[in-house]
């Protein structure tokens, strides 16, 4: 059974850094893209970054300049390194990858997952 296990949440000031891990685990043929969202108290979970395969990668406009994403393939484990935090940032971050589950059929369907989440406070 795939799992995506997400460490390295926690408290820290405004000003501070954090770095996100996210470890596929479990019978997988393939990863693709592999990803972070965030989702604040009373807000909609948003899209923070993410990396393909290649090593291509999209960072939104809110967190440019101060969080970079990047991935190990040998690992299946993407992180995250979160830069200059500010109270903004906020939030229970969520590992999300689109793979490949290993099957015995050697039917292979590109199927989405989640991480349980982990939150990360800044505080002022």
């Known amino acids: 059974q795939v799992q995506l296990v997400e460490s390295g949440g926690g408290l820290v000031q405004a000003g501070g850094s954090l770095r996100l891990s996210c470890a596929a685990s479990?019978?997988?043929?393939?990863?693709?893209?592999m990803g972070w969202y965030r989702q604040a108290p009373g807000k909609q979970r948003e899209l923070v970054a993410r990396?393909?395969?290649?090593?291509?990668?999209y960072i939104a406009d809110s967190v440019k300049g101060r969080f970079t994403i990047s991935r190990d393939n040998a690992k299946d484990t993407v992180y995250l390194q979160m830069n200059s935090l500010e109270p903004e940032d906020t939030a229970v971050y969520y590992c999300?990858?689109?793979?490949?589950?290993?099957?015995?059929?050697?039917?292979?369907?590109?199927?989405?997952?989640w991480g349980q989440g982990t939150q990360v406070t800044v505080s002022s």
């Open positions: 999300n990858a689109d793979l490949i589950p290993a099957r015995p059929t050697g039917v292979h369907v590109l199927t989405n997952y």
């Open positions: 479990g019978s997988i043929f393939s990863i693709n893209r």
């Open positions: 990396v393909t395969a290649s090593g291509a990668t």
